[in-house]
């Protein structure tokens, strides 16, 4: 099988696709705009070789890049990027080549989150109340039934960019006069008080559902970038088990074949569940490290795996909580990393600087932490977050 993947050097964790796929028997043919000399040499042993463009935003260049791959090493089995910031453009090299996978036509449901909404609410699963706003008359009338506070964001977008919870009209208004609603589509959502809880996994070229996990974040993506708030969201051991029938039942009904999904719900008060979005790709992150701390497993070589066809039997055993915690360079710490390195040696599995891009998002500097004992996470995650009395 040829098979490019896109952007190959980021995230970093992502040049173990490259690896498990050639490990596999995969040639493995990279895309970027990184120089190759600046690849970790761990990349440049899985790559069979590797094309640098200028621009990747460039179309004519990506273009080009496949078609001299097709042209040495002859049909393209696979392309993919695995990042939802690349699924347009994945999908519409797909089309111009012939190749699996999602193509412009069927990306819609993958994109749109009003179109989501639909497959949510066909597949029999609760989800908050919301309208494509195209005019400041129509979010007055969508306040008017269902009140403050509300949710917009942009209908396609990537994670909590552009995305804003209106308390009352000031805020509204400040809104509508900065946004152009005529050129931007934007959801306008009822407020949904809640924790966010995903589903998350790995389905075979048939649909088949071949692992799932589900990790739990106290406070939203949003929240912690309007507030500047560190990052701590972990994996659970038993995932819920009415959100792995709802989970099920969505990716059945958008008929996701061969991919990751990353599926994000609000866990209510009451505990009830209400579906939030869909994402057709890898959780972010390293949230696939944390699975395979979690569970002993190795999600790259299972993706790589069903790519290339093999037949994957596993029940998997989630022996422990991994946690992500992720500190921020704006921050006074009461410890060191160094001192937080021999405080919690016995759970930090990983520690290491996160790329600029995450910063306001996930941190600058992130630890890994893994045990069975959530009580041992917790306390670890504060210690790592403590701060000095002279932080402001």
């Known amino acids: 099988m040829n098979y490019i993947f896109i952007s190959p050097n980021f995230p970093e964790n992502y040049m173990h696709f490259c690896e498990k796929l050639k490990a596999n028997g995969a040639v493995v043919l990279g895309i970027g705009s990184e120089k190759y000399d600046n690849l970790k040499p761990e990349l440049k042993a899985s790559l069979n070789e590797y094309y640098k463009v200028n621009n990747m935003e460039s179309y004519d260049e990506m273009l080009r890049a496949v078609g001299f791959f097709t042209h040495k090493y002859g049909k393209i089995q696979r392309i993919e990027s695995h990042n939802e910031y690349w699924l347009e453009q994945d999908a519409r090299l797909r089309e111009d080549f012939n190749i699996p996978g999602y193509r412009p036509d069927t990306l819609i449901t993958a994109k749109k989150k009003s179109e989501m909404k639909k497959i949510f609410i066909k597949a029999g699963v609760p989800v908050a109340k919301g309208e494509i706003i195209h005019s400041r008359e129509d979010g007055l009338n969508f306040i008017k039934k269902n009140g403050f506070p509300v949710c917009i964001k942009p209908d396609i977008g990537v994670g909590a960019t552009d995305t804003y919870r209106i308390e009352n009209d000031i805020e509204l208004e400040k809104f509508f006069n900065e946004k152009n609603l005529e050129k931007f589509n934007y959801i306008m959502e009822e407020w949904i008080d809640g924790e966010i809880v995903s589903f998350d996994g790995i389905t075979d070229m048939d649909g088949n559902i071949i692992f799932h996990g589900s990790f739990h974040l106290d406070i939203g993506v949003m929240e912690i970038i309007r507030d500047d708030l560190d990052v701590f969201y972990y994996t659970l051991r038993t995932p819920p088990i009415p959100l ?93 990393i160094d001192e937080v390195c021999h405080l919690f040696k016995d759970i930090i599995v990983y520690h290491g600087p996160l790329p600029p891009l995450y910063s306001e998002s996930m941190g600058d500097y992130a630890f890994i932490l893994r045990d069975p004992e959530f009580a041992k996470i917790k306390a670890a995650a504060t210690g790592i977050l403590e701060r000095t009395m002279y932080d402001v």
């Open 244 to 336: 792995v029938e709802y989970g099920k039942k969505i990716i059945k009904e958008f008929n996701i074949k061969e991919r990751f999904f990353h599926l994000e719900f609000f866990k209510k008060k009451d505990g009830s569940y209400v579906a939030l979005e869909l994402n057709s790709r890898p959780p972010g992150g390293m949230t696939i490290d944390m699975y395979n701390y979690a569970t002993s497993l190795d999600l790259y070589d299972l993706y790589a795996k069903t790519v290339l066809g093999k037949k994957v039997f596993l029940v998997p055993e989630y022996d422990n909580y991994a946690a992500f915690v992720g500190r921020k360079n704006n921050k006074n710490y009461l410890y060191s």
